[in-house]
């Protein structure tokens, strides 16, 4: 089993900066691929961001130039880095640990609230 701990969620104006982490512990498989996701009200969930264990990264569009997701693999932790917020980057944001050898398995967080005032 495989728990993940997200911190650093928060209210902040307009333009400002947050920093997610999250955190793994359990039976982690080595290759893996951490992300964030994120999910806003009447809204369908959407990818922010992936890192494989090997550091590729993908962005969704909405935050290319403003997000930056990073993992420090021997903490089993992977940080958001988010700049330049705005209002319609409102959302509950959750932690996916995803694992794709053999059968595919996922794992979530419990989400953190991120909060952009205008």
């Known amino acids: 089993q495989v728990q993940l701990v997200e911190s650093g969620g928060g209210l902040v104006q307009a333009g400002g900066s947050l920093r997610l982490s999250c955190a793994a512990s359990g039976n982690i498989f080595s290759s893996n691929a951490m992300g964030w996701y994120r999910k806003a009200p009447e809204k369908q969930r959407e990818l922010i961001a992936r890192?494989?264990?090997?550091?590729?990264?993908n962005y969704g569009d909405s935050v290319k130039g403003r997000f930056t997701i990073s993992r420090d693999n021997g903490k089993n932790t992977v940080y958001l880095q988010m700049n330049s917020l705005k209002p319609e980057d409102t959302a509950v944001y959750y932690c996916?640990?995803?694992?794709?050898?053999?059968?595919?398995?996922?794992?979530w967080g419990q989400g953190t609230q991120v909060t952009v005032s205008s």
């Open positions: 996916n640990l995803a694992v794709r050898i053999g059968s595919p398995q996922d794992w």
């Open positions: 890192i494989t264990n090997s550091g590729i990264t």
